[in-house]
T-cell receptor, first 111, second 119 residues
Framework: QQQVKQSPQSLIVQKGGISIINCAYE??????FPWYQQFPGKGPALLIA?????SEKKEGRFTISFNKSAKQFSLHIMDSQPGDSATYFC??????????FGTGTKLQVIP | EPEVTQTPSHQVTQMGQEVILRCVPI?????FYWYRQILGQKVEFLVS????????KSEIFDDQFSVERPDGSNFTLKIRSTKLEDSAMYFC?????????????????FGDGTRLSIL
């Protein structure tokens, strides 16, 4: 019940295209859903986050869509750039408790 | 922007030896965490720490592991007798605390990790 399922495992997108990563959760007690971006040799860096009382949040080229009834959320990267090539983790937590990470999506944006 | 710093960046240790990983959380943060990531896998929670005591720990965090906040700035993870399977990236994270009674939606900020290699 603590799992966060993430797909796809890897994604190749043309420069300028839209990258879409999907996640699903089971624990309805989660109240915070962050996305982390990780480059090789670096720690996870917070990219964008959403609370379950909001259906969409946009920051620049990054948008989270949240469907509370379906217990699903997704990350959309508009106008994808080669510099966006990284591993993306969806995650969930409740209050100050641990972050539960998805399995990660390795994104490659090709010129 | 304030950040979580971890030292060393890479630690190589013989199996059975003790190792201490060090972290300096962001200065006004009160919640501290350790996670690990085995190569190519997802990030796994180890332990959380608040008010000088463990708040939560995973099944990975057995008697070989301990955490400590020895002073006002450092937060350490000790592995007493390392095993080959302890080889991983270890990440420290911290977050602000607002009102613990109602929970907090403060994000956790991660350091760049310590790569632990057990030989």
């Amino acid at each position: 019940q603590q799992q966060v399922k993430q797909s796809p495992q890897s994604l190749i997108v043309q420069k300028g295209g839209i990258s879409i990563i999907n996640c699903a959760y089971e624990n309805t007690a989660f109240d915070y859903f962050p996305w982390y971006q990780q480059f090789p040799g670096k720690g996870p860096a917070l990219l964008i986050a959403i609370r379950p009382d909001v259906s969409e949040k946009k920051e620049g080229r990054f948008t989270i869509s949240f469907n509370k009834s379906a217990k699903q959320f997704s990350l959309h990267i508009m106008d994808s750039q080669p510099g966006d090539s990284a591993t993306y983790f969806c995650a969930a937590k409740r209050g100050y408790q641990k972050v539960t990470f998805g399995t990660g999506t390795k994104l490659q944006v090709i010129p | 922007e304030p950040e979580v710093t971890q030292t060393p960046s890479h630690q190589v240790t013989q199996m059975g030896q003790e190792v201490i990983l060090r972290c300096v959380p962001i200065s006004n943060h009160l919640y501290f965490y350790w996670y690990r990531q085995i190569l190519g896998q997802k990030v796994e929670f180890l332990v959380s720490f608040y008010n000088n005591e463990i708040s939560e720990k995973s099944e990975i965090f057995d008697d070989q592991f301990s955490v400590e906040r020895p002073d006002g700035s450092n937060f350490t993870l000790k592995i007493r007798s390392t095993k080959l399977e302890d080889s991983a990236m270890y990440f420290c994270a911290s977050s602000e605390a607002l009102d613990r009674r109602i929970g907090s939606n403060q994000p956790q900020h991660f350091g760049d990790g310590t790569r632990l290699s057990i030989l």
